[in-house]
């Protein structure tokens, strides 16, 4: 026998590989952070034996979901200015809240609790865009959760720098501190066309180029930013990146509701990768971005909640559940993103567009141990005849049993482990008392 630091044993295994493949009653061992083996239980269980056994029978198991695109400190703003159209939502209520209130404390703290939230619903790894992004990853290593993360970059001050080059400054160090984390990951984050020069942009991307890291933007989030952005540029916005150069596999673009065929025909060509958010883009009357033509035509597609300020809970089973409905209702066909296709977006797509699909978003062998059991012994979960749109369309984030990121177990039994999410809570509502006051003035 091969001894293993962990066994999850029994219940239906998701393995999210290409062939969708399901393993009706099987077995995954693990050692340190990875998965070493998975298969029938019989088949592992006579081969490996490990001093924890976790007992996932009647379960499902599947690789732990992907958040592609969130600002996890914006907990803090949760319900602030909903019912609201974006420009006004951001320039009006937004951008005054934050350059009032954001600092280390309340990035760090609302980082804190919106881990919690996204361990409890089931999501083991987030791409993140806010201010004071190091307190952030302190966060997610406090609380283990796997992440890739940068500082949003302006023309204009942000609470955390006063010049684009502070910006820069910022984000050079954070690839460097964190450059040997195993779970920390850094990336270089102009906010978007309509609020950075073409100079901070172009040194934006050296910046990336240098440490060989992803880029991510906002782009083409709804059609006023595309008509506003032509009248700039003199051209689309997707032609105005490639002729800069920012077009290549290592660019993450959030949104792209309003991109044409031309522009995903690009994005195609490039390799360039798109993060959906549905809920905020329903929320904030943004319109459907064409996600169905962009898988059609080969591009990757994750799936993101965007942040809590604008959708407003960070639960990925409502995404994926809003992800599928939508887009079948805007075009009236029923068969338009099924929940495999969006299910992938959750998982292995989600880890492609991020650049993590060597780490995560299946289950096999040399993969890290990202794994969520999820408890389907409940009356909204009976019966059971497909696993997939099971997934998608009757499961929520509170059916999340246990969850093991990198190999360790941070939630079980519904229990955090890693996190005391009630000194969180309360940090955050001292917090938005200070906003609250801050905001009658």
Not at 114 to 135: H, K, N, P, Q
Not at 139 to 158: I, N, T
Not at 198 to 214: G, Q, S
């Amino acid at each position: 026998m091969i001894e293993v630091d962990r066994l999850l044993s029994g219940g239906r295994i998701l393995l999210m590989d290409p062939k969708m493949t399901i393993i009706a009653n099987g077995s995954i061992a693990i050692q340190g952070q990875d998965i070493v083996a998975v298969g029938e239980k019989y088949e592992i269980e006579t081969r490996y034996r490990a001093a924890e056994v976790i007992d996932a029978s009647g379960g499902i198991v599947m690789p732990g979901l992907i958040n592609g695109h969130t600002h996890v400190a914006m907990t803090c703003f949760r319900g602030m200015a909903d019912d609201l159209p974006l420009m006004e939502w951001l320039n009006d209520y937004i951008f005054p809240a934050e350059a009032k209130n954001v600092n280390t404390d309340l990035a760090y703290w609302g980082s804190l609790l919106a881990c919690a939230e996204m361990i409890r619903s089931g999501t083991t790894t987030f791409c993140d865009m806010y201010i004071f992004e190091d307190e952030t990853a302190k966060a997610a290593r406090q609380a283990g959760m796997r992440c890739l993360l940068g500082e949003v970059l302006f023309d204009f001050p942000s609470p955390n720098f006063k010049t684009p080059e502070d910006g820069l400054a910022y984000t050079k160090n954070l690839l460097e501190q964190w450059a040997d984390d195993d779970l920390i990951n850094i990336f270089v984050e102009p906010h978007a066309l309509y609020t950075c020069s073409p100079p901070l942009l172009r040194d934006a991307k050296a910046l990336a180029d240098r440490y060989d890291a992803p880029l991510g933007i906002h782009l083409l989030e709804n059609q006023s930013e595309r008509a506003q952005l032509e009248a700039k540029f003199g051209q689309g916005a997707v032609p105005f990146l490639r002729e800069i150069g920012l077009l290549n596999e290592r660019l993450i673009a959030f949104h792209c509701v309003c991109m044409d065929d031309r522009d995903i025909k690009m994005f195609a060509d490039y390799g360039c990768k798109v993060i959906h958010n549905p809920e905020s883009n329903m929320k904030l009357a943004s319109g459907v971005a064409p996600v169905p033509e962009m898988i059609a035509e080969g591009v990757c597609v994750g799936l993101g909640t965007d942040g809590c300020a604008s959708n407003n809970n960070l639960d990925m089973f409502e995404e994926m559940d809003s992800a599928a409905k939508l887009h079948k209702v805007h075009r009236l066909d029923p068969v338009a993103m099924d929940a495999k296709t969006v299910l992938e977006t959750a998982t292995r797509e989600g880890a492609r567009a991020l650049g993590m699909d060597h780490l995560v978003g299946e289950i096999k062998p040399g993969r890290k141990a990202d794994i969520i059991l999820i408890d389907t012994h409940k009356p909204h979960l009976t019966p059971m005849y497909h696993e997939y749109s099971h997934l998608v369309y009757a499961v929520n984030g509170a059916d999340v049993d246990t969850v093991l990121i990198n190999g360790k177990i941070v939630m079980k039994n519904r229990r955090l482990l890693t996190i005391d999410e009630n000194q969180a809570m309360q940090k955050v509502q001292e917090i938005s008392a200070r906003i609250k006051a801050s905001m009658k003035h």
